[in-house]
């Protein structure tokens, strides 16, 4: 046959296969609005990260994260932490934020830095909350080394350009002792007195002061652009403020953090703590956290807010730590994080919900509603299967493997299955057994896990990059991985997509002959797995999955349809 | 007439009617920070097993709520009530338990009583009963291995703030502490 024998059948399937291209490419943002960047604070529809949507949340829960219940001090708290694991399911964080197999591509892709700089003259920033010293409830420390070490070791941010600060409290009464610019042992930043070391505080224009005339300033350093990056740290406080003058949404998290970036005018002299009382309305609130010294930049200055909710103020903002919660919560955009961590933790695990109904404004005041934002949730391991459980390196008999434990023959997760954090459903390594892994109710696969046999459970969701198996069955709503990939073969001859079965957000797909989109949802055991190396789906079904499974299938035909045109020609 | 007659018969009423208004037995303390402390301060082994905690920052006795105390964002609730002096302590007690107290002096009891209700019916929607207190002058609000309990007597608002009580179903009946502690700052304010 001629080239181009058929060149209207030709075109039509450039077209469709570019349509089919796109939208698996833009998939992978799974944006709702269009993104921006600005240099001059909040705008709306802006991405704080082009790469990451601004709704996605991502929360691990890991009792082993703190080896003992810790007594009060921050001495103990600090004690009690396993730095290590903090740190390991902090780069596991990242890789869900950031959707990347990676922690070193996660992030890579959460930080960026302007295109005159280097990292080398990158300046970093991170608030942290220092209020209440000896006995207050802070960040731990092994938080923000860890964001300490990503920036120095991975990026080459020098420690001297790295500065921890709290302009309200005096971070430096804090944490002093547990910083250095050259022991990697500790937090490698400059601790500020105050706003010190970040040009001090410079004077901003905010319209809802919440006392008339109170005259605002914010760290100079934001204000006046030097600073490139802001890293936003809180902790989980309960905020009892009275309903009638300030309410906040009964919670104190990123945003109301930023008291202590921005604080009355000329409260940061002296040797007691600076105060922020001209701010202490929500309306206030939302105008810091929309000002160009928070947002503006380009790139856009905070690009990370972490909770430290490992311990929590449930009670009051005002006492010490009463609640542990063993939980950490990482995003890109400060008000779905607070929201998220307000209603997922404060509400539904600590029992401490709004008490003044004003958590949706959260979303609504920066264009969003409550359907919208992604909660993702990663597992430790306290989530024992019902079909049992493999160790920490061990191999799982008929139960699941744990971390990197192998998994069994007929492996079968519980009611609340999760794989690894390289868990192999249906592999050689972790997860599900060699043949048939049948994932549990809530299965969820690993973070690179890759299906073998695989059914799925009932809402069996995919890893990052969960691959479905040779004969891999869909759950009843399967879900894809992020980047699932249904290869010729994973597709399988019977490929079997759930009842409404999706693929991952980006299915490069080359199904077989019948090659469902779906299956992606590896789902495999492991309950007693320690550290949050498992990958949950979302557990949000995005409008994009039911494009993507039309273009994966319409592009598994293209290419099957364009191989045969090319042999033909 | 009765222009005359009703501010002389309001005068009359808030004399001699304790209660209504302030009586002169009920006027406001003088300011005075640092006797107000050593009135409410618990002194250790007063409550069994409780001593103060010795870091820097156990004790403060102070009118400025935010640069002294350092509570910041949670220092309007008390200052919009008419916050006047106050009193922080940090105790540590028996197995690692740990106890804020907070005594504010609010200058009349109808303020105090006021601090107390704002308190209440904002912050704690679902109030933990203190034994042998009505909840109109005492309740708590638990968290998981915690317990805060607010309360006023006379013209004096109290904050008691327990944690480390490594009880996930905690109520008062499980720490009786709470109410020692009210015990003692009640015999204070009398």
Not at chain 1, 79 to 89: L, R, T
Not at chain 1, 221 to 234: E, P, W
Not at chain 1, 260 to 278: L, Q, V
Request: hydrophobic share 35%; with cysteine; proline share 4%.
């Amino acid at each position: 046959m001629p080239e181009n024998s058929n060149p209207k059948r030709r075109d039509f399937l450039k077209t469709a296969a570019a349509g089919a291209a796109g939208a698996v490419a833009l998939s992978t943002l799974r944006f709702d609005r269009a993104f921006a960047q600005t240099t001059g604070g909040w705008v709306s529809g802006m991405q704080v990260n082009p790469n990451i949507d601004n709704k996605r949340v991502v929360c691990c829960y890991d009792t082993k994260m703190l080896t003992s219940t810790p007594a009060t001090t921050f001495t103990a708290q600090n004690a009690a932490v396993d730095s290590a694991k903090v740190a390991s399911n902090l780069d596991q964080m990242a890789m869900q934020l950031a959707q990347k197999t990676t922690a070193t591509e996660a992030w890579a892709t959460i930080f960026r830095t302007g295109a005159n700089k280097t990292w080398a003259t990158t300046k970093v920033a991170i608030k942290t909350n220092a209020i209440l010293g000896t006995n207050g409830n802070h960040p731990r420390v092994a938080v923000i080394k860890k964001i300490c070490d990503v920036f120095v070791d991975q990026l080459g941010v020098p420690a001297a350009n790295i500065v921890l600060y709290d302009a309200n409290s005096d971070a430096s009464k804090t944490y002093s002792t547990y910083a250095s610019l050259t022991d990697a042992t500790k937090i490698r930043a400059v601790v500020s007195v105050k706003a010190q070391s970040l040009g001090g505080m410079a004077d901003v224009t905010i319209t809802n002061v919440a006392i008339a005339g109170r005259a605002i300033t914010g760290v100079a350093d934001f204000v006046n652009g030097v600073t490139d990056i802001l890293v936003d740290i809180a902790v989980v406080k309960r905020h009892s403020g009275p309903g009638t003058s300030y309410s906040f949404g009964s919670c104190s998290l990123c945003m109301k953090n930023h008291l202590g970036t921005f604080i009355n005018k000329g409260s940061e002299t002296g040797t007691g703590d600076a105060s922020a009382t001209g701010l202490h309305s929500l309306a206030a609130i939302f105008e810091i956290n929309k000002h160009p010294a928070v947002l503006g930049g380009n790139p856009v200055r905070q690009q990370l807010c972490i909770v430290d909710g490992l311990l929590a103020n449930g009670n009051g903002a005002g006492g010490t730590w009463d609640t542990r919660v063993d939980r950490l919560v990482m995003g890109t955009f400060a008000p779905t994080v607070d929201y998220l961590t307000a209603t997922k933790i404060m509400d539904d695990v600590m029992g401490k919900p709004d008490a003044n109904n004003n958590l949706p404004k959260f979303l609504t005041e920066f264009g969003y509603t409550t359907t919208d934002p992604v909660w993702v949730e990663i597992a430790g391991g306290v989530v024992t299967p019902t079909g049992g459980s493999g160790g920490s390196t061990g191999a799982g008999g008929s139960g699941g493997g744990g971390t990197t434990g192998a998994g069994g023959t007929t492996s079968t997760g519980g009611s609340k299955a999760n794989g690894g954090s390289t868990a192999n459903s249906g592999g050689s390594k972790a997860g599900g057994g060699s043949t048939a892994s049948n994932g549990g109710a809530t299965a969820n696969g690993g973070t690179s896990g890759a299906a073998g046999d695989n059914n799925g459970g009932t809402i069996a969701a995919g890893g990052t990059t969960a691959n479905g198996g040779t004969t891999a069955n869909g759950g009843t709503t399967a879900n894809g991985g992020t980047t699932a990939n249904v290869t010729s073969e994973s597709g399988g001859s019977p490929a079997t997509g759930g009842t409404s079965a999706q693929p991952g957000t980006v299915a490069s797909s080359a199904g077989g002959s019948t090659a469902a989109p779906a299956t992606s949802g590896a789902p495999h055991a492991s309950g007693t797995s320690s550290g949050c190396n498992v990958a949950g789906g979302d557990r949000k079904v995005t409008r994009w999955g039911a494009m993507l499974a039309f273009g994966a299938v319409v592009a598994a035909k293209l290419r099957r349809l364009v191989s045969d045109d090319d042999q033909s020609s | 007439m009765t222009k005359t007659f009703l501010p002389l018969l309001c005068f009359f009423l808030v004399s001699i009617a304790p209660g209504c208004g302030s009586s002169p037995s009920s006027s406001p303390r003088p300011i005075d920070a640092v006797a107000f402390g050593q009135d409410y301060k618990i002194a250790d082994n007063e409550i069994s097993g409780w001593t103060q905690d010795p870091a820097s920052d156990g004790f403060w006795a102070g009118t400025d709520l935010i640069g002294g105390a350092g509570i910041d964002g949670e220092a309007d609730q008390y200052t919009n009530q008419g916050f006047r002096q106050g009193m922080f302590q940090n105790l540590d007690g028996p197995n690692s338990q740990f106890c804020t107290l907070r005594a504010m002096d609010f200058g009349t009891a109808a303020a105090a009583t006021a601090m107390f209700t704002e308190v209440k019916t904002g912050s704690v929607p679902v109030p933990t009963a203190i034994p042998t207190y009505v909840a109109s002058i005492a309740i708590g609000d638990a968290a998981a291995s915690g317990l805060s309990v607010y309360a006023h007597f006379g013209a004096s608002y109290f904050e008691v703030l327990l944690s480390g009580l490594g009880d996930q179903t905690l109520t008062c009946t499980e720490c009786p502490v709470a109410q020692q502690f009210l015990d003692e700052l009640k015999k204070k304010t009398n």
